[in-house]
């Protein structure tokens, strides 16, 4: 399992940054970096199942293992859903992370992957422009 990090500061309180994180139409802006028209669906509640997913409901299923709204999730990622239909993987402990950190209005948002080898690339070319989203967004939205 390989053990990715990634982290930028924000200038916007944690619930802002928050905000832009999980609500629907600004997850949809910072996600574009990932695939174009990524949403999820599912609750954000400690042990519920959220699916992420694409304009051709292409993606993959997580746990919350772990809430604290405005400052941690942890996701751990079951399985591929492909043209809606879900498909357990064998990922071990591929987990998703996000810290919320904040001082004096200015956020440091960390995120901690434990991908396998065959989406360390992806991850790394992908998620600086998709933190650099976040910050744009939570920065510049009312």
Known sequence: ???????????????KVWSVLWDDFSFRQWTS???EGSFYQGNLEEGSIIK???????????????????????LLHL???YE????????????????????????????????????????EEKFPNALSNVKHLSENQL
Do not use: C
């Not at 399992?1 to 619930?15: G, S, T, V």
């Not at 992420?52 to 942890?74: A, R, V």
């Open 1 to 15: 399992m390989e053990k990715l990090h990634f982290d930028i500061q924000i200038n916007a309180e944690a619930i």
């Open 33 to 35: 970096a990932f695939t």
């Open 52 to 74: 992420f997913l694409d304009g051709k409901n292409n993606g993959m299923y997580s746990k919350i293992t772990k809430l604290i709204p405005n400052q941690e999730i942890t």
């Open 79 to 81: 399985g591929e859903i």
């Open 84 to 123: 809606g239909v879900e498909t357990p993987r064998d990922w071990g402990e591929a987990t998703e992370k996000y810290i919320l950190t904040e001082d004096e209005n200015i956020t440091h948002l960390q995120v901690e992957i434990a991908t396998s080898e065959e989406f360390k690339s992806f991850f």
